[in-house]
């Protein structure tokens, strides 16, 4: 699976982004997908997860803020940021596992990873 995220860039606090990853190589459907992201000299962490199935599951920074969603016809995943704050400053990856027993924090799980996209949030 080859994964291309897009739609970082630059935002006030208080304002909204949507990142997306688009899928090619295999059955999008059969994955389940997260996003991690890494801020500068801290470790990447586990951001949202959706399953095959769209199970959804949120770090507890994030909840009530971030929506994950899929659309399977479109093999892409997306990340609604709304209320953004400067901590959420980071790059943003997303990542895909194969379906099956569904583990949405556990980065070892996940095979596939894009490249990542820079999401900075000004105070």
């Known amino acids: 699976v080859q994964l291309q995220a897009f739609g970082g860039g630059l935002v006030q606090a208080g304002g909204s982004l949507r990142l997306s990853c688009a899928a090619s190589g295999r059955t999008f459907s059969n994955y389940n997908m997260g996003w991690f992201r890494q801020a500068p000299g801290k470790e990447r962490e586990f951001v949202a997860a959706?399953?095959?199935?769209?199970?959804?599951d949120y770090a507890d920074s994030v909840k009530g803020r971030f929506t994950i969603s899929r659309d399977n016809a479109k093999s892409t995943v997306y990340l609604q940021m709304n209320t953004l704050k400067p901590e959420d400053t980071a790059v943003y990856y997303c990542?895909?596992?194969?379906?099956?027993?569904?583990?949405?924090?556990?980065?070892?799980?996940?095979?596939?990873w894009g490249q990542g996209t820079l999401v900075t949030v000004s105070s």
């Open positions: 990542a895909a596992a194969p379906g099956g027993r569904y583990s949405p924090s556990l980065q070892y799980k996940y095979n596939y």
């Open positions: 959706i399953s095959w199935s769209s199970v959804t």
